[in-house]
Each structure stands twice: as C-alpha cells, then as structure tokens.
C-alpha cells in the first residue's frame, strides 16, 4: 500500500518569513495530492491540492509543487502569519474520479508562526 | 459549499455502552463516505469507507462488529461504537465528496471527541 513520508514533524517560523513542508510517497500510482490545515479541536480543512498531471499550482500565498519522478511533492506558504499556525497533513491518493479516494495521510507538521 | 457536519461534537460515556455518531452531507450528496480515526498528535488513519445502501468496506485490523457503519441515505452516514472501552477513546472525524463530481476533493467533518470512561 501507499506510505507517505512527511518532514520536518515541527517547523517555526517568524511572522513573514517562509515556510516549506516536504513530503515523499511510494506509490507511483498515485495521482492526487491533498493538503490540509488542522487546527486544535477540528477536522482538517483542505487548503490546495495536485494532480499528477501538474507540476505546480498556486492560491495567494500558499503553493504546491510535484514531482512525480523524484515522488515528491511540497508545501510551500509565504510571508506566514500568526494565523497560519495549525498542523498540516499532506496526502496522497489513486483517484480515478467519482467519490472513492482513498487517502493516505503523513504524519502531520506543526507549524507555529511567532509574532 | 460541501459542508460535511458531524454530530456530536463531544461525548463521554461509560464503558460498555454504545455511542452513535452522525456525519451529514449539508448541501449535497454523498454515495461514499469515509470515516477517520485520529488519536492525540497523530495522524489521521481511514477506518472504513461508507456506501449508501450497501456495505462499508473495513480496512484492515479494523473490526466490523465493534464499529457499525450505517449509510441509509444520500447525506448520512452513522458510526456506532458498540460496547466501548477506554482505548475506544479518540477523534472520530468522517469526511464525504459530493457525488457526480468527478475532480471535487474530500471534505471533512469537523470530528467528534469520544472518550469512554
């Protein structure tokens, strides 16, 4: 089955500053990525995703990169603010269309962004 | 839109009793649901995949008996716990994509606290 691999675990940053998350996958089948934003006491709210047959998408301050060659994709969010700190989940998924995803989730980053 | 609720927000019960917890599709339909379990600053781990008017589809080393999936219409979806005991104690969170919508992504609930005393 898929495993996806998530780093770092904790990630602090200054308000302004950026912030990258990287994660790796195993199944070169899988064709959808997801991001979410968790904040404490919530579920997860998703924030950007990609499929495979993109390299890069972007909404405002927050982008995400692909690289299918290498498994890997990233999670890049600039000039943070204190709003942003949350933990974020990346996933990954075979999707074919219609409601069956079956996501495999990494272990979180818990991003703080200090004032 | 694609607002996915779950209800309760938080229950507590006695071990050996029984707890229902509702996740609902808000503004659309949803034929697959998806039920999450998340232990404390860990990630989230599918539990099983909800179909409407069929039988859910456990992953392994989940058991079938002890959590009860029931997806009797288009916007909901139940899990029971039945017969809880303490190491039921978790956030359950569900999450849904609206039907006909090939590319919609997966929405979440916002989760539900069971802690079995």
């Known amino acids: 089955g898929e495993n996806v691999e998530q780093h770092p675990s904790t990630l602090s940053v200054q308000e302004g500053d950026s912030a990258v998350i990287k994660c790796t996958y195993s199944?070169?089948?899988?064709?959808?990525f997801p991001w979410y934003k968790q904040e404490l006491g919530k579920g997860p709210q998703l924030i950007i995703d990609i499929r495979s047959n993109v390299g890069e998408k972007k909404d405002q301050r927050i982008a995400v990169t692909l690289n299918k060659t290498a498994k890997h994709f990233s999670l890049h969010i600039t000039e943070t603010q204190p709003e942003d700190s949350a933990v974020y989940f990346c996933?990954?998924?075979?999707?074919?269309?219609?409601?069956?995803?079956?996501?495999?989730f990494g272990k979180g980053t818990l991003l703080t962004v200090n004032p | 839109g694609a607002v996915v609720s779950q209800h309760p927000s938080w229950v507590i019960c006695k071990s050996g009793t029984s707890v229902k917890i509702e996740c609902r599709s808000l503004d659309f339909q949803a034929t697959t649901m998806f039920w999450y379990r998340q232990f404390p600053k860990q990630s989230l781990m599918l539990m099983a995949t909800s179909n409407e008017g069929s039988k859910a589809t456990y992953e392994q080393g989940v058991e079938k008996d002890k959590f009860l999936i029931n997806h009797a219409s288009l916007t909901l979806s139940t899990l029971t716990v039945t017969s809880a005991h303490p190491e039921d104690s978790s956030f359950y969170i569900c999450?849904?994509?609206?039907?006909?919508?090939?590319?919609?992504?997966?929405?979440f609930g916002n989760g539900t606290r069971l802690t079995v005393t």
């Open positions: 996933a990954a998924s075979l999707h074919s269309g219609g409601s069956n995803y079956k996501l495999t």
């Open positions: 999450s849904a994509t609206p039907a006909g919508r090939p590319n919609s992504p997966l929405h």
């Open positions: 199944d070169s089948a899988s064709n959808y």
